[in-house]
Structure formats: structure tokens, C-alpha cells
């Protein structure tokens, strides 16, 4: 089945309308039209081939919503009409010790929405900046909130699940002091999840005109980070805090504002590495600096359920299909509050 996509021939040529095949579903496949696409910085690095290993042509995307269109003859928990996501996962072995324990994400052949190895054509997955998608049913979401908020749910497939899972893990809730960095399209949600958790949250941003913008998502506190005395006045204040920055920066500015036993976990995945930390940010007080990815299927399904009770969804600017190569050079300037997301019904306007 031919549909059409969005996609680049090389890293430094722009984006630009192309025709992809999609796979007849099998037995366990869900076959969905995709309404909507958020724009993730991770789409970016990888286009732009800033990660090793781009495969040409690329089509980015992973944070779908759409409609289910068929499923395939032993698939049970979905039905045509259903609204559905996918994020960044569209396969794995689901028999290691990972995959067992719903961690799929951590799997060593997880299979990514794009840019991963793949039986289907060409050899490699394709994303979600296209028309439909056939996805295996064991890592397709279920859909709860309204669905005039389709759009805006779209984000919470990758920015939601990469800034949830964190939060979770390292027990943010009542009575922590929790800092949100690089307040973009992970870490605006990261502000509504720690905040709906319970959490007082500081944020931290580089962007003067974010301040105001940081307290209406639910944060306590906002400092903007090139302010040396805003920054001394959260010294050893800090429970936990989620690193979303797309970019190399200094990491002991931050580290310093953990409590002892306190840890920094990073999401952010820039091109280059950051600046060595000092050993003695970490030492003379315990801390921990750690790392996480995106998040597994279960725990994707309980991230969503969690923000359609509590009424969260990302912010977001809609974009029609030809407008994501200036969509991409808009974010790259911090200039999107907070998420670009593909109306996908512009792919054949
Ligand atoms: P984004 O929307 O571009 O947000 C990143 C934010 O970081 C910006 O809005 C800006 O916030 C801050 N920032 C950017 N450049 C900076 C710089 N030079 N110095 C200081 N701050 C800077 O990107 P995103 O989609 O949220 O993704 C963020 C990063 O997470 C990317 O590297 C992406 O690849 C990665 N990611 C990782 C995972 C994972 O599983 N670990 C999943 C998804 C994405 P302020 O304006 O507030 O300073
Ligand atoms: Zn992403
Ligand atoms: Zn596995």
C-alpha cells in the first residue's frame, strides 16, 4: 500500500513530500490512519543525521494519533474507529528480561518508529509524517481523552512518556522539591506531570519570555539559568531534576542545587557530549546523575490514562506538512510553545 510522507533523501536537504510503502496488516497488526504528528526534537537530530546511523530516505515521527482502520484476524483489544497512538516503539524481541518486565524501551532489539531495522520496505522503519501506519498491536495505545483533543494528545507519546517515566522512577510526588531544565517540548510536560503529581516544581529555563509562560503550565518557581544570583538561591534545595536540554551545556550548574542523595536525570540527547561534571559535585553530597529513555508500553498506557484523568494535554502550535522545515528552524530557537505537532490531513493538500 502506497501512502504519502514526508521525509528527507539526505541530512542537509530539507524535508519534502514522498510516496512510502506500508505493509498489508498480518495477523497481529493494527492498521491506523494517522490524524495527527507532533514534531519531537529527536526528529530533528536524527534527519539532520546529528546521530550516528540516519538511513535515507528518513521520514521522522513518533508521536501518533489516528484512527484504527483494520486489524488483522487475531487481534482482539482493537476494533476499526478506535483511537489510538504509537510513540517511539514499534517492536522488540518480548522475551528478554525487559520486554517481561514491560520495559521495552531497554530492550536491545527495540525497534524504533523510524530509522530502525525493519523486514518492511525499504529495510528500515518510517515514522509518523505519513498518511498511515501498520503497527504490531502489542504497541498500540489506547486513546481516552476527548477527541477534540487528539491533536494536542499527540505529544504525550513521546514528551509525555520521556518525562513521565523519570518522574515515576525517582518518586516525585508530595513533599518533593523537583527542577524541570530546557523548558521545551519535554520539559513542558514535565512541569504539568511533576505538578499533577504533587511535586513543587522549579523550573529552569534560558528563555527570558518563558518565565511567565513556566508558571501558567503549574510551575512553583521559575529561574532563568544565566542568572547567577537566581541560581545561587536554589544551592542543595532540590529532590530531583528531569534535564530535558537538546543542547551541551554545563552540568554542574545543576548539580550543585541537588540535596545530598539527590539526582539529576537526563533525557536531553545532544549531538555532542556535555562538559565533563566535576567529580566533587557528586561526591561531597551523593548525588547521582543518571540517564532515561522514553518509557515502556505499559507504563505508556498508564502515563496517558494518568493525563486524560487529570485533564492534561501538551500545548501545542498545528502545523500543516510543508511547513516543517520552518517548523524545524522555529525550534531550534527555543521559538515553539511548547510542541509543533503535523496536522497530517495536509499530506496530500
Ligand atoms: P525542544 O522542544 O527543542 O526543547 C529543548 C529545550 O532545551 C529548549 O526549549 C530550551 O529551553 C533548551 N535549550 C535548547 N538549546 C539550549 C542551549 N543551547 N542551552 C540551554 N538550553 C537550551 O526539544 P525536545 O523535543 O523537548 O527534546 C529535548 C531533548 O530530549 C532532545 O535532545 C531530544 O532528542 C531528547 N529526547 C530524548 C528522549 C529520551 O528518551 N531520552 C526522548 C525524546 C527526546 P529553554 O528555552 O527553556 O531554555
Ligand atoms: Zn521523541
Ligand atoms: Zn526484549
Request: hydrophobic share 40%; charged share 20%.
Amino acid at each position: 500500500m502506497l501512502v504519502q510522507a514526508y521525509g528527507a533523501y539526505a541530512g542537509d536537504q530539507p524535508l519534502e513530500p514522498l510516496a512510502i510503502k506500508r505493509r498489508q496488516p498480518g495477523p497481529h497488526d493494527v492498521q491506523i490512519d494517522i490524524a495527527f504528528c507532533g514534531v519531537c526534537h529527536s526528529d530533528l537530530h536524527q534527519v539532520r543525521s546529528e546521530w550516528a546511523g540516519t538511513q535515507f530516505p528518513c521520514v521522522p515521527g513518533h508521536e501518533i494519533v489516528g484512527r484504527v482502520t483494520a486489524v488483522g484476524e487475531h487481534v482482539h483489544t482493537f476494533q476499526p474507529g478506535d483511537l489510538v497512538g504509537v510513540g517511539c516503539i514499534v517492536d522488540s524481541c518480548r522475551h528478554c528480561p525487559d520486554c517481561e518486565e514491560g520495559l521495552e524501551n531497554y530492550c536491545d532489539n527495540m525497534v524504533g518508529t523510524y530509522n530502525a531495522p525493519t523486514q518492511d520496505e525499504p529495510g528500515w522503519t518510517l515514522g509518523g509524517y505519513s498518511q498511515k501506519i501498520v503497527v504490531h498491536e502489542h504497541y498500540v495505545l489506547r486513546i481516552r481523552h476527548p477527541e477534540d483533543q487528539l491533536a494536542a494528545v499527540a505529544p504525550l507519546l513521546c514528551a509525555g512518556i520521556t518525562t513521565y517515566s523519570p518522574l515515576r522512577h525517582w518518586n516525585v510526588g508530595p513533599g518533593k522539591r523537583v527542577g524541570v531544565v530546557g523548558i521545551g517540548g519535554l520539559g513542558h510536560m514535565g512541569i504539568k506531570i511533576a505538578h499533577a503529581l504533587g511535586a513543587h516544581v522549579v523550573a529552569f529555563t534560558t528563555s527570558e519570555s518563558k518565565r511567565e509562560a513556566a508558571k501558567a503550565l503549574g510551575a512553583d518557581e521559575v529561574v532563568v539559568s544565566r542568572h547567577t544570583e537566581e541560581m545561587a538561591v536554589q544551592a542543595k534545595r532540590l529532590d530531583f531534576i528531569l534535564n530535558t536540554v537538546a543542547a551541551p551545556h554545563k552540568l554542574d550548574a545543576f548539580l550543585g542545587l541537588l540535596k545530598r542523595d539527590g539526582t539529576m536525570a537526563l533525557v536531553g540527547a545532544p549531538a555532542s557530549p556535555h562538559p565533563s561534571p566535576n567529580v566533587f559535585n557528586l561526591i561531597t553530597k551523593r548525588r547521582a546523575l543518571a540517564g532515561s529513555m522514553i518509557g515502556g508500553i505499559p507504563e505508556t498506557q498508564e502515563m496517558l490514562d494518568f493525563c486524560a484523568e487529570h485533564g492534561i494535554v501538551a500545548d501545542i502550535e498545528l502545523i500543516r506538512a510543508n511547513e516543517i522545515n520552518t517548523a524545524y528552524e522555529r525550534m531550534l530557537k527555543g521559538d515553539v510553545k511548547y510542541r509543533f505537532v503535523i496536522d497530517n490531513g495536509t499530506l496530500i493538500a
